[in-house]
C-alpha cells in the first residue's frame, strides 16, 4: 500500500514504532541497487518511509543529479517495498525528522556516504544509537551507468541469460528475492518465466503467484532500459484501465526484451542496462504480477497461445504506450490487433521520457557528469577508508 501525506514533514509526529523503517538517498535513476535496499530495510519492519533528497542539496553534496525531483518521487513510489514517498528529506539524516515520521531507525548499505564536507551523512543518526547496516547490492549504481553512457561501453551486455544464471548463484537468489510480495515474503510476489522460441514454451525461474479465476491476463512488452517514468506511468495506467470495478484486480504480465535484440532494433551500446538489470527493475514494480525475459519482439500468435498454456487462460489484452522507440518495418502488434486485443494507454505527462532522453541529458551536459564521475571517484576512495 503506497500512502500519502498532505504535508512534508507533517506538523503532528506520527506515533513512534519501531517496525517503522526510514531509509533515504538521492534515488538518482531507478536502479536494482535503490530497489535492494528498500527491500533489505522492509523486511526489518513492515512500514518503510523513504527520504528523497531535493536536486539543490545532490547539487551542494555529490553533483548534478539526472533525473528531476519529481522523476524520482515517481520512481520510489512504483517500489513495492515503498509505503510512504518522503520528498525534501536532509542529505545529512536528521532524527528530528524521523521522528516527524514515527521512525526509530534508519537503514543503510555497508558503504560510507559523505557531505560535501566530507563527513558522514549518518554520523547523527549513528551517534544516537538509531542506523541499521544492510548489504549494499554490488555491481550496480547510478555513477556506473553514467559511465556507460559517457564511454558507449558495451560488455555488460547477456549474450545468453540462462547461461549467466546457471553461473551465477547470487544473480540468482537476488531474483527470488525481488520477486517477494510488499511485505517481503518470498514465493507469495511475482512469478519469473523466460520464453524459448525454439520449442514455444516458457521455463518457470522463481515460483509466485499465478493468475486465479476471473483475473484478466494482460500482456506488455518493452526493453524498459534504464526504467525510466515514461515506462513506470505506463504500467500503473495499464492497471488503471483494466481495473474492472467489482472484478478481481488485473494480473499484468511483463515480456523484457533480450540485449541482443534491443540492440538490433537501436544500436550504439543500447541497452544501457542488460538484461538482467532491467528485469529487477520491472520485477519490484508495483505494477506487475509476473515477467516473461526474453520475449519476443514481435508477440505473434504462437507466442500468445503459448502465453495462454503458460498461465493457464487466454491473454485478454495487449497494451501498447503513446510512444514507440522501437518501431520496426513491420506492425509488431498486428497478430493482437486481428484478436481485437490490441489497446493503447493515452498521453501522459512522462510519456517522453525514454533511455534515449536520459542517454541525451547525459551527453548534453557531459562536462558537468564527467567532472561528477571524476569527484565520485574520489569521494569513493575517501569513503572505502573511512569504512576499511
Not at 504535508?7 to 535513476?29: L, Q, S, T, Y
Not at 547523527?124 to 551507468?145: C, E, H, N, Q, Y
Not at 467489482?246 to 541497452?271: C, E, F, M, Q, T
Amino acid at each position: 500500500m503506497l500512502d500519502e501525506l498532505p504535508e512534508h514533514p507533517p506538523k503532528v509526529a506520527i506515533p513512534m514504532d519501531d517496525n517503522r523503517i526510514w531509509i533515504d538517498g538521492c534515488f538518482d535513476f531507478t536502479h536494482h541497487g535503490h530497489a535492494g535496499a528498500m527491500l533489505q530495510a522492509k523486511r526489518l519492519g513492515n512500514y518503510l518511509c523513504v527520504g528523497i533528497h531535493t536536486d539543490e542539496e545532490i547539487l551542494e553534496n555529490k553533483g548534478p543529479t539526472v533525473m528531476s525531483l519529481d522523476e524520482r518521487i515517481l520512481a520510489v513510489s512504483a517500489c513495492r517495498w515503498a509505503n510512504l514517498p518522503v520528498p525534501t528529506a536532509p542529505y545529512v539524516t536528521d532524527p528530528e525528522w524521523m521522528d516527524r515520521y514515527g521512525c526509530r531507525y534508519v537503514v543503510h548499505g555497508d558503504d560510507v556516504t559523505t557531505d560535501a564536507s566530507g563527513e558522514d551523512c549518518y554520523r547523527i543518526v549513528k551517534s544516537a544509537g538509531r542506523f541499521k547496516i544492510v548489504k549494499r547490492t554490488p555491481g550496480i549504481s547510478t555513477t556506473d551507468l553514467v559511465g556507460r553512457m559517457l564511454l558507449c561501453t558495451k560488455t555488460h551486455h547477456i549474450r545468453d541469460l540462462a547461461e549467466e544464471l546457471e553461473n551465477d548463484e547470487e544473480k540468482r537468489e537476488m531474483m527470488k528475492n525481488y520477486a517477494s510480495d510488499a511485505t517481503g515474503v518470498v514465493g507469495n510476489g511475482p512469478v519469473v518465466f523466460e520464453y524459448s522460441p525454439a520449442n514455444s514454451s516458457s521455463r518457470k525461474l522463481v515460483d509466485g503467484v499465478m493468475p486465479t479465476e476471473g483475473r484478466r491476463i494482460v500482456y506488455v512488452d518493452g526493453g524498459f532500459d534504464l526504467f525510466t517514468p515514461g515506462h513506470i506511468e505506463f504500467l500503473r495506467l495499464v492497471v488503471e484501465a483494466s481495473t474492472i470495478p467489482g472484478s478481481p484486480p488485473p494480473y499484468v504480465v511483463a515480456g523484457i526484451h533480450s540485449d541482443r535484440v534491443i540492440n538490433h532494433w537501436k544500436g550504439l551500446n543500447y541497452p544501457i542496462m542488460n538484461i538482467f538489470e532491467r528485469s529487477m527493475c520491472v520485477l519490484q514494480c508495483r505494477y506487475i504480477d509476473s515477467l516473461i525475459l526474453s520475449a519476443p519482439f514481435v508477440p505473434n500468435g504462437v507466442f500468445l497461445d503459448a502465453l495462454g498454456k503458460t498461465y493457464g487462460g487466454k491473454v485478454e489484452a495487449v497494451y501498447h504506450g503513446p510512444t514507440a522507440f522501437m518501431d520496426g518495418e513491420e506492425d509488431t502488434y498486428e497478430e493482437a490487433k486481428a484478436r481485437g486485443i490490441y489497446k493503447e494507454v493515452g498521453g501522459h505527462r512522462w510519456q517522453d521520457v525514454n533511455a534515449g532522453v536520459i542517454v541525451e541529458r547525459i551527453l548534453r551536459e557531459r562536462a558537468r557528469y564527467e567532472e561528477r564521475q571524476r569527484k565520485k571517484g574520489v569521494k569513493a576512495s575517501k569513503e572505502n577508508e573511512m569504512v576499511n
